[in-house]
């Protein structure tokens, strides 16, 4: 079983964007028992709030639910349980290290590395109010992933 957490500053827009991106790709994948998907925030402001209706409606634009989807924050703890952190930003890849005490088994990542895009990040739609550029983004992360565990 693969752990993948995706962690943002809110957990409200691109984090759980990835989550229910990446679980779609793997249920069309018949991997469902394979992995297992979360998200988190390295912020508390919007904790228990669910996806920011912009991002929902991407999502559901392209027949994916995010019902049910409460906003938490990263914990240290976070750190054993899962096989891959995946953070958005440079500043949520920081606020990632600090929460989880350092990265001393190379965990943490940020997403657009899996698209081939190192030192790239997904701009914040909630500043940039582009939801369709952080899908495209976070797909193409996604399907980074799933090549990367595809033998998972």
Known sequence: MVRILFVCHGNICRSPMGEYILKDLVKKAGKQEQFQIASAATSREEIGNPVYPPARRKLAE??????GHAARQLQRGDYDRFD??????MANLRNMHRICGGDPEG?????????????EEVADPWYTGDFEAAWQDILQGCQGIMNTYKQA
């Open 84 to 89: 891959l952190l995946v953070g958005m930003d």
């Open 62 to 67: 392209h027949g994916i639910s995010c019902d």
């Open 107 to 119: 965990k943490i990542h940020p997403l657009l590395e899996f698209a081939g895009r190192p030192g």
